[in-house]
């Protein structure tokens, strides 16, 4: 049985992993969404939502590094959907949230049926990514 010592230090470095992770799906996103002009229409119009959803997915890995990664893999889901379903709520006091830069960042600002398609997409490759390194470590 390892450690408490030994225990707290793999979860810390899996946490500043997934913590890189998160920043760089932030810093990702964000420019998909400046240097659109750059991309190609499909990748302009699609990317930043699945980008967003890795980034949820990583943050979920964060806060449940020693989770199995399909209860990250449900809860993401989870998260991302209950955001685009709530966008289909109006109200005047969340719709002056969603008008500020965050509060668009983070709640949307309009129910959109193909952005699930978009979140579906960004966990899959998330989930994708993180199992090859998990079985890349084992290997190791």
């Known amino acids: 049985m390892p450690s408490f010592s030994l225990l707290k230090s793999n979860t810390a470095k899996k946490r500043s992993t997934y913590l890189i992770a998160i920043f ?6 964000l420019a998909s969404r400046i240097y659109s002009s750059l991309l190609t229409p499909f990748i302009a119009e699609n990317a930043g939502d699945a980008i967003w959803a890795m980034m949820v997915y990583f943050g979920f890995r964060f806060l449940l590094a020693n989770k199995s990664l399909p209860l ?5 889901f989870l998260f991302s959907f209950s955001i685009e379903f709530s966008q289909l709520y109006q109200d005047n006091w969340i719709n002056h949230v969603r008008s500020t830069r965050l509060g668009a960042l983070i709640l949307g600002q309009g129910f959109l049926f193909a952005d699930l398609f978009r979140y579906t997409a960004g966990i899959f490759l998330a989930y ?3 199992g090859c390194i998990h079985v ?3 290997r190791k």
């Open 136 to 138: 890349i470590k084992k």
């Open 72 to 76: 990250s893999l449900l809860f993401s």
């Open 128 to 130: 994708a990514i993180d």
């Open 24 to 29: 760089l799906s932030i810093w990702i996103g």
